[in-house]
């Protein structure tokens, strides 16, 4: 009787969200308070989320906004004040120009991003992806229809494509590329030079267009961040996608900053429009805050406690035998290749890829880690460091010991 009901139920989900997978950063930071709520010690470096708190002066305008009882509906694209701070962000930190009715806030990053998929790709479109990418392009592709057309990368070209592979992957269908810098879930940094040369190849084809995503752009150890939107030849086709959650850590507050020529604005605030309305009120004035605030002052301590923490885990990963790593100048990942461990075993658990060793060090280290296969290559695992030294430490320590088992 459960099991006719069961499938009775997953018969009449529809084919739109049959097709599309949980995100497995998610489900493993779903899999480690599980495991907490049991008792069991998890070091779960699994979410990337900053540990840091907001910032006082942030969360001192969110309680002024409250009680000042800013607590209506705003415009779709968010109050215009808002979307003005966020183009003198741009021109400060980026030298881009955007007027307000080009920016559209919306609820996180992920809703900037499905928006833009969903305005300007058709189903059918190729939609070109470097692979290591985010988890959730891919999903947010399936429901738009779109084809991904894969670039896979490798730590030896620090995960990042060419401009040679990139025309090589060009179709007439070719609608749009997706790719982040800094990285998620590689670390690495894409410079002016790198992101020209792709330029100058969408250049050459008409109706072609770049969502660049820049969530990570204060998460960065080489000095300016080189946005794509900066090369006056393609602004027009570029889709820029930012926010508070990396920088100011703020994931919880949920403000995603979308910039674009003012056609795609349009579509985005007619579907963002159709969907959630405008973003929390509330969010928005904090989101105001923190495009005034100085990045010296604010940001940039956190931005060098990343940096601490990066080397201290590459320190210690230099003592693990099989974990092969570049160095990522941004964003607070790890992206260590562990095919050395391929064909090991211990106990119950035989490694063939990085999913199985994933599930080990979960078992045997108490270690929450994201496999490669949610980012499109299962050589790989995903080490967050964005928790404390000490958390990490220990973290490291129980990978090394769990790892020595394995023959």
């Known amino acids: 009787m459960l099991l006719d009901l ?7 989900l529809s084919d739109r969200v049959n097709q599309i997978s949980e995100s497995q950063t998610i489900a493993m ?67 881009l120009d955007y007027k307000p009715d080009e920016i559209i806030v919306s609820t996180g990053a992920k809703q900037s991003i499905a928006n833009a998929v969903l305005c300007v790709v058709n189903p059918g479109d190729e939609v070109i992806v470097p692979a290591p990418y985010w988890v959730s392009y891919l999903e947010i592709l399936k429901l738009a229809g779109g084809v991904p057309v894969i670039i896979n990368t490798d730590i030896d070209a620090d995960f990042k494509i060419t401009a040679k592979q990139l025309e090589a992957a060009i179709t007439p269908k070719t609608r749009m590329i997706m790719l982040s810098t800094p990285c998620n879930p590689t670390g690495s940094v894409y410079n002016k030079e790198e992101l020209k040369s792709l330029a100058e190849v969408v250049k050459k084809h008409d109706e072609l267009y770049i969502l ?19 090369f006056d030849f393609i602004k027009d086709r570029i889709i820029t ?45 904090a989101m105001h805050k923190a495009m005034e605030l100085d990045f010296d002052t604010y940001i940039k301590p956190m931005q060098q406690e990343f940096l601490k923490r990066r080397d ?34 211990y106990k119950e658990f035989n490694i063939q890829n990085a999913t199985d060793l994933s599930l080990f060090l979960v078992a045997e280290a108490h270690v929450a880690l994201v496999p490669g296969a949610a980012f499109g290559d ?7 460091y964005a928790t404390s030294e000490e958390n990490l430490i220990e973290a490291l320590k129980r990978m090394k010991e769990a790892l020595s088992k394995l023959v």
């Open 6 to 12: 069961l499938q009775h139920t997953i018969m009449h």
């Open 29 to 95: 930071a779903r899999k480690s308070r599980e495991l907490k709520a049991q008792g069991i010690d998890i070091i779960s470096l699994s979410l990337g989320e900053p540990d840091f708190a907001t910032p006082d002066i942030i969360k001192k305008a969110a309680k002024d906004a409250i009680d000042g009882n800013f607590s209506y509906y705003t415009h779709v694209s968010g109050y215009l004040e808002l979307r003005e701070a966020i183009c003198k962000k741009f021109k400060r930190d980026n030298n």
């Open 212 to 230: 660049s995503d820049e969530i990570y752009e204060h998460i960065n150890f080489i000095g300016k961040h080189e946005s794509f939107a900066q």
């Open 241 to 285: 996608i930012n926010g508070v959650s990396k920088g100011f850590a703020m994931t919880g507050w949920r403000g995603g900053i979308l910039a674009a020529p003012k056609w795609i604005a349009q579509a985005c605030d007619k579907m963002q429009g159709q969907f959630t309305s405008a973003t929390c009120s509330i969010t928005q004035k």
């Open 312 to 345: 201290l885990v590459l320190k210690l990963m230099k003592d693990i035998p099989g974990l092969k790593t570049n160095k990522p100048q941004g964003a607070f990942y790890v992206y260590p290749e562990i095919s050395f461990y391929f064909g090991k075993k």
């Open 378 to 384: 299962d050589k790989y695992i995903r080490f967050s």
